[in-house]
Nanobody, 127 residues
Framework: QVQLVESGGGSVQAGGSLRLSCAAN????????MAWFRQAPGKEREGVAV????????VIADSVKGRFTISRDNAKNTLYLQMNTLKPDDTAMYYC????????????????????WGRGTQVTVSP
């Protein structure tokens, strides 16, 4: 059974930083396609970043490019999202997602391409 458990969310002021973690059980972060999504109240869930197996290739959404970084620790079987220079618009519930297939799909991040989801961790950025 695959379990993804996010942590690291919280409340910060604009300009601050947070690092989100996603601990995976029953799933290998090293050999599979994983991503971060977020969903603000009243909005659709949007893709933030994806990391391709088995190397370090990543794709970052334009809205967070230059501020957010996705990475993984194979030894800890954990996915991370480093978020710097946070803005109030970054306020959302952040979700870790993983695919059943090893490869990542081409094109933009689509939530329907991901099978496994965590319950999310809330990030709130105040002005």
């Amino acid at each position: 059974q695959v379990q993804l458990v996010e942590s690291g969310g919280g409340s910060v002021q604009a300009g601050g930083s947070l690092r989100l973690s996603c601990a995976a059980n029953g799933y290998s972060v090293r050999g599979n396609c994983m991503a971060w999504f977020r969903q603000a109240p009243g909005k659709e869930r949007e893709g933030v970043a994806v990391i391709f197996p088995p190397g370090l290739d990543t794709v970052i959404a334009d809205s967070v490019k230059g501020r957010f970084t996705i990475s993984r620790d194979n030894a800890k079987n954990t996915l991370y999202l480093q978020m710097n220079t946070l803005k109030p618009d970054d306020t959302a519930m952040y979700y870790c997602a993983a695919r059943r297939a090893r490869s990542c799909p081409s094109g933009p991040l689509e939530k329907d391409d991901y099978t496994y989801w965590g319950r999310g961790t809330q990030v709130t950025v105040s002005p």
